[in-house]
């Protein structure tokens, strides 16, 4: 149970004088204690539309949104925004946990501990610096703006370097604030309808003014880790089985607006999501454990468990060893509750107990030399990275090489042909992989016979998958020369 301290309480009593009575109102949700306490404190400036489990909808104005942001003893904002009152309303409602696609296992040793290996400290430290530069990335800002757009233009070089063709970016346009989230996307090569995501938010706050919003931990640190999961994915040409997706969120900071239009929508699309993971503030290490588990209500156990499973199997002892605790968050207290809202499997490790994490967050004082140091935060990029390999699990492309009763195929002026030889369905697809596993052209047809364009790829060997109308597929090598 969260409980005001007798000299927030006070503050809160004597600014209440302060609090103008013509500001921006707006629908939300959040603790049910909490709505109570600040209902005493500004019976004028907020209504309890109801309650129900734990939590309220009410209709607050933004001068008591920002009280509760700055004084309710959790991270994040202390509540939800709602973009209407009925999605307020609706929200008291659960939605129930959606069925699990993932199996939970540990099988990649060899792969992960070589990307493990591949952590470098000085990106996280550059790129927490970089984010800092901008001054304030408050969701009204240019700055918010530019610093999405960069980021894009980052994850842009990197798989501009890597020769990737399957991997990509896009700008998500939000409905509630003008700061944009970025969405890269590594196409699963086995089961690309289903995903495995992690994301952080990007934009920062502070209490007082909000063009002083350096964000060096909340939260630079956990997107700076998730550059470094990028990079070193890309390094290692990881062609995943589902689909990952990397995303840096706008407007966290005022009711987790961003994440909660992305999570809705994909719900709404019937997106299959397998997991969500949050990385918002890896960088201060304050408790004597590492990495702290939340577990709210917003949390999968199952999830929960797979994360400290994988810290038992990869960071128990050796070069990439860390400990782990739990520790509870509060009401929405980041983007993960916006992927439970709507069913989905979320978690959330956080770097400290709460009430011993950094201090200076939503400060002027939120900068790097604080803590100085990027170890904590490569432990989470090290998390970070189990999880995406594990869960994702890596392409394994089989090759069944059927007999020639069944295909035909041959290579000549770097056009690969094909013809059914058995026709009991036609081809309705080809696509073509290179021998790491990573699809590089796929396309569309409906015939028994036909080619396929390759001059644009180097000599070599390539692995073919033909996909029938009936359903089946099968497979053959080729060499490209």
């Not at 942001?69 to 939605?95: C, M, Q, W």
Request: overall charge negative; aromatic content about 10%; some cysteine.
């Amino acid at each position: 149970m969260k409980k005001f301290t007798v000299g927030i309480f006070t503050f809160l009593l004597f600014s209440i004088a302060a609090i103008a009575q013509n500001g921006t109102s707006f629908y939300a949700t959040m603790d049910a204690e909490d709505a109570i306490s600040f209902k005493a404190l500004y019976p004028n400036e907020m209504q309890i539309l109801d309650s129900k489990d734990n939590q309220a909808a009410v209709f607050l104005s933004e001068e008591v949104a920002h009280k509760i942001h700055d004084n309710v003893r959790t991270h994040g904002p202390g509540y939800i925004f709602r973009a209407s009152e009925e999605k307020a309303l609706l929200a008291l409602n659960k939605v129930p946990r959606r069925n699990s696609v993932i199996d939970f296992t540990i099988t990649e040793d060899i792969l992960v501990n070589e990307c493990l290996d591949l952590v470098n400290g000085q990106n996280i430290e550059d790129n927490i610096l970089e984010l800092q530069g901008y001054g304030t990335r408050y969701h009204t800002k240019s700055q918010a703006v530019q610093a999405v757009m960069d980021q894009q233009a980052k994850w842009d070089d990197m798989i501009l370097a890597s020769g990737r063709t399957d991997v990509h970016t896009r700008i998500y346009n939000h409905v509630n604030t003008p700061m944009p989230s970025v969405i890269l996307t590594i196409d699963g090569a086995d089961t690309p309808d289903e995903f495995v995501i992690i994301g952080g938010h990007i934009d920062s706050t502070t209490f007082g003014n909000k063009n002083d919003a350096p964000g060096a931990d909340d939260n630079a640190s956990g997107i700076s880790s998730l550059n470094e999961m990028v990079r070193v994915l890309l390094v290692k040409n990881f062609v995943p089985s589902r689909s990952i997706e990397v995303m840096a969120f706008a407007a966290e900071e005022i009711g987790l607006v961003g994440s909660a239009e992305i999570a809705e929508e994909y719900a709404n699309n019937g997106v299959q999501v397998a997991a969500y993971v949050q990385f918002d503030m890896t960088g201060y290490k304050g408790s004597n454990s590492d990495i702290y588990i939340t577990t709210d209500s917003y949390n999968s156990s199952q999830l929960n468990d797979y994360l400290t499973d994988l810290m038992d199997h990869y960071n128990d002892s050796g070069a990439h060893s860390f400990t782990y605790s739990f520790t509870q968050c509060g009401y929405g207290c980041s983007d993960h509750a916006s992927w439970a809202d709507n069913g989905y499997a979320a978690a959330f490790p956080f770097e400290a107990a709460m009430g011993q994490d950094n201090p200076n967050i939503h400060s002027s004082g939120d900068v790097y030399s604080f803590f100085n140091t990027p170890d904590h935060a490569v432990k989470f990029t090290k998390l970070g990275l189990e999880f995406l390999i594990e869960a994702a699990k890596p392409r394994t492309l089989s090759v069944d090489d059927f007999s020639e009763n069944a295909i035909s195929v041959f290579v000549k002026d770097k056009t690969l042909n094909y013809r059914l030889n058995n026709t009991v369905s036609n081809v309705k697809e080809v696509s073509v992989y290179n021998v790491t596993g990573q699809r590089i052209i796929s396309e569309e047809m409906n015939d028994e016979a036909g080619s396929i364009q390759l001059q644009q790829f180097a000599q070599g060997f390539y692995i073919a998958r033909f996909t029938l109308e009936n359903g089946h597929a099968f497979t053959k090598k080729f060499i490209l020369n």
